[in-house]
T-cell receptor, first 115, second 113 residues
Framework: DGGITQSPKYLFRKEGQNVTLSCEQNLNHDAMYWYRQDPGQGLRLIYY???????QKGDIAEGYSVSREKKESFPLTVTSAQKNPTAFYLC??????????????FGPGTRLTVL | AQKVTQAQTEISVVEKEDVTLDCVYETRDTTYYLFWYKQPPSGELVFLIR??????QNEISGRYSWNFQKSTSSFNFTITASQVVDSAVYFCACWAGSYQLTFGKGTKLSVIP
């Protein structure tokens, strides 16, 4: 089945540690996105990538890093510089990005808790 | 920049009742797209509908219908004969010529059996 997978579903981190969240898609989509969701809030964009080896910061990129070495993969690293990383992280992809309003499709999410 | 307001934080209805979720958007662009997503308790956002600013026709899909009114900048979502499986958080979002979707804060719908 085509879709977006995220792993792990739950992740626990000690303060001061970096952690990497995985996102893989087999939809052959060019664009991929990372969002953060806090309780009672909408989604906020962390990073997005329109093409392999290229990515741009979203509204809340501080304390996060990404890479896009393969079209199907867009991992997110939450660094120790992120002051309040406990949240639900959602990965999405769309056929194109930029000046196109292609529908974004979402993965099942990763819930990160800092202990 | 766009802004999306979902004034209803939580709504509870009894099964089989109709319910309307409100969405008001703000954008200076003449070309824009509006979306609705459903987030069940499992967490994954499920795409429901995408509508562009030039198409004001209402849309119906089974028990779901959407009312787009440019005059009031609203894109409301109605569920007819609600079911327990409709219980979820529903998000309205707007795209207007940039790289990102702007989401509202969501409306939590609880359908009571």
């Amino acid at each position: 089945d085509g879709g977006i997978t995220q792993s792990p579903k739950y992740l626990f981190r000690k303060e001061g540690q970096n952690v990497t969240l995985s996102c893989e898609q087999n939809l052959n989509h060019d664009a991929m996105y990372w969002y953060r969701q806090d309780p009672g809030q909408g989604l906020r964009l962390i990073y997005y990538s329109q093409i392999v080896n290229d990515f741009q910061k979203g509204d809340i990129a501080e304390g996060y890093s990404v890479s896009r070495e393969k079209k199907e993969s867009f991992p997110l690293t939450v660094t120790s510089a992120q002051k309040n990383p406990t949240a639900f992280y959602l990965c999405a992809s769309s056929r194109k990005a930029g000046d196109s309003a292609d529908t974004q499709y979402f993965g099942p999410g990763t819930r990160l808790t800092v202990l | 920049a766009q802004k999306v307001t979902q004034a209803q934080t939580e709504i509870s209805v009894v099964e089989k009742e109709d319910v309307t979720l409100d969405c008001v958007y703000e954008t200076r662009d003449t070309t824009y797209y509006l979306f609705w997503y459903k987030q069940p308790p499992s967490g994954e956002l499920v795409f429901l509908i995408r509508r562009n600013s030039f198409d004001e026709q209402n849309e119906i899909s089974g028990r779901y219908s959407w009312n787009f009114q440019k005059s009031t900048s609203s894109f409301n979502f109605t569920i007819t004969a609600s079911q327990v499986v409709d219980s979820a958080v529903y998000f309205c979002a707007c795209w207007a010529g940039s790289y990102q979707l702007t989401f509202g804060k969501g409306t939590k719908l609880s359908v009571i059996p």
